[in-house]
């Protein structure tokens, strides 16, 4: 493996809490969704730096999984946005302005829908694969993204969510439960998330229902296992690279 691989780069990742957290405990929502957000995020800015990192490298035979491993990263920012603008955000918001949050989404819309694009027109065939182009379009996005998903773990620490009760924090965890359950639908999205996570970070993360858990095992891991080797780490968690790097 490069000495110069790292999926720390080039974008800089968020600092996790110090605090140990049970995500399965409920009683400690502050903390665990605070700490929850920072790990989310974190998964996608690797994502971004997997795709800075292994864009150039790409051999023609791995050209369709390196798409199907961008189209994964976009899935992930949709539903994480998804999640947080039609479930988390009208919660918050009774308490704490979410408005700056909301306004951050939009700033950054038109890029990700670029970048989107594009993807999806390599994948039909509709344009050729330009590394270059990709980049760009990456860059764009990130120039964007990354400030926000560093700004919005600051709008939701346990100090702020303290405004709560716990039988209010309650209520919005069963609501974040009842999302997590829409990724059983989602081939791409949990091993994404599996493969992008430090587990020195958070060994018990992340937490999702059982049947969400078995449907990417069984399922999603093996049906695009093509693209998780542009993922930073094995699905087990040992940090890998691309084939390129260590040549």
Known sequence: ????????????????PNAKVDFQDNDYFAQWFSTELTLIHNIIIRGLNSIWLNAPLVSPSDT????????????????????QEEAIFPKFQQKLDMRPNVVQHLAFENQLKELETYLLKVQSG?????????LELRAALGSVLIQHLHDEVCTVTPDRLGAFSREELHSIA?????????????????????????????????????????????????????????????????????????H
């Open 126 to 134: 509709v344009e050729p694969y330009d590394y270059e182009r990709l």
């Open 64 to 83: 369709k999984d390196f798409i199907g491993y961008g189209l994964a990263c976009v899935s992930l920012l949709r539903a994480h946005n998804k999640t």
């Open 1 to 16: 493996m490069s000495p110069n691989f790292s999926p720390e780069a080039p974008y800089p990742l968020i600092i996790p």
């Open 174 to 246: 069963k609501t974040m439960d009842e999302h997590k359950r829409d990724l059983r639908d989602s081939t791409t999205i949990f091993p994404f998330m599996v493969t992008h996570h430090r587990k020195e970070d958070a060994p018990d993360w992340p937490a999702m229902p059982a049947s969400v858990k078995w449907f990417a095992n069984h399922v999603g891991f093996h049906l695009h296992h093509g693209y998780w080797k542009f993922s930073p780490f094995t699905a087990t968690g040992d940090l890998q690279a691309y084939p390129s790097h260590s």
